[in-house]
């Protein structure tokens, strides 16, 4: 008989980053000025004093560069957004990891203890102007394992969730939950229960 271990370690919250108003923006193509070259990439900032663009990469690292660069169609889009960057600028997020009373059951041989566990996010408004329908896009990354003998240990997993924050006033916060997901661990009977591995929550 097969047993799953369903072991959601969440080690990690990734934010995706950015906390947008509800017109975030989306992953898309960026050309060169003589669109013989492009990527792919999430705007996340513009000075306009510098003229240096700011976009994140799907691995995760940023890529600066002066907007004469892209192609005229790329230069709109970023100046049409900068009102939108702006707004990301004035704002921080912090998170706390919330667990609840473990949950505990046993069928056969395998005892389970699940434990439901969620982040309360909050979001500081630093400006003095409110800010309004503010939308934070959140990762988890948690770990699948198996109680199967020769089974994989840990499976790489990721869950995403999006928050809205209906209106934040100035220099003032607002707190919102992420959905709940089961930190499950099990073992079977005569046998040590398996290690927690080490992936991240999202």
Known sequence: MKYTLKKRCLCMLSLAALILPGQALEERTFRSASKDKSFSGLLTGYDSKSKVVTVRLASGNEKRFNIDLLSDDDQKYVLDNQDTLAVSKDVSV????????????????????????????????????????????????????????????????????????????????????????????????????????????G
Do not use: M, W
């Open 94 to 201: 912090s998170f706390k990891e919330i667990k609840e009373k473990s949950i505990r059951s046993k069928e056969g041989l395998v005892r389970t203890s699940a434990v439901p566990t969620y982040f309360d996010i909050t979001v500081y408004n630093r400006s003095k102007t409110p800010v309004e329908e503010l939308e934070l896009r959140y990762h988890y990354y948690y770990c699948v394992g198996t109680l199967k003998p020769g089974g994989p240990k840990h499976t790489p997993q990721v869950a995403k969730g999006v928050l809205v924050f209906d209106k934040i006033y100035g220099q003032d916060t607002s707190t919102l939950q992420t959905a709940k997901i089961d930190i499950v661990r099990a073992s079977k009977k005569g046998t040590a229960p398996p290690v927690p591995s080490g992936g991240g929550g």
